[in-house]
C-alpha cells in the first residue's frame, strides 16, 4: 500500500480591506449581484463576479426552484455565461460572496462540488489556473490561487 498525502496552500486575508483594489472591486461587484439572487427556499444568496482575460467582467447568483435541482448556483450561471458570451477567453479570477437571511455569515464559502468540477473544466480547457476568492458576507476571504487547490484529483477530459 501507498499513502498519499495532499497539501493545499490557501492565503486568507482578514477582512475585504486586505485585498488588492482590483479584488475588492470585483468583490463589491459579486455583492452587489449576490443581493439579487433568487432563494426564497433556502433564503442563501450567492454572488460571483468573474474577470476575464480581456477584461470584461461576468456577474452571475444563486437561482432557485421550487423543483430544487432544477436551479443554478451562483458560480456556474457566471462560468457559463462567460463560456456561451466569451467563450475563447480565459478566466482570470472568480470571486465569490455569500450571505444567509436567517444569521450573519462570516465563514469564507467556498464553491460547492458542483460548481468546483465546472471550475475545473474551464481551468483544464484554457490550461492555465484560475484564482478564486471566497468569503461570507463579511469577515475573513480565502484566495485560492487555482481550483485545483480546493478539488484534487480532479475529474477532467483526460480520462475520457
Known sequence: MEEIEIKTVLQVYDSFLELPKDVQGLMKQAVFVRDKAYAPYSKFLVGAAILLENGEVVLGNNQENACYPSGLCA??????????????????????????????????????????????????????????????????????????????????????
Open 75 to 160: 458560480e456556474r450561471t457566471a462560468v457559463y455565461y462567460a463560456g456561451a458570451n466569451f467563450p475563447d477567453v480565459a478566466i482570470v479570477s472568480i470571486v465569490i460572496s455569500a450571505k444567509s437571511l436567517q444569521e450573519v455569515l462570516t465563514t469564507p464559502t467556498p464553491p460547492c462540488g458542483s460548481c468546483r468540477q465546472a471550475i475545473a473544466e474551464y481551468e483544464s480547457k484554457q490550461n492555465s489556473p484560475i484564482t478564486i476568492y471566497f468569503m461570507g458576507e463579511k469577515g475573513k476571504v480565502v484566495k485560492s490561487s487555482s481550483l485545483a487547490n480546493l478539488l484534487p484529483f480532479v475529474f477532467d477530459n483526460s480520462y475520457l
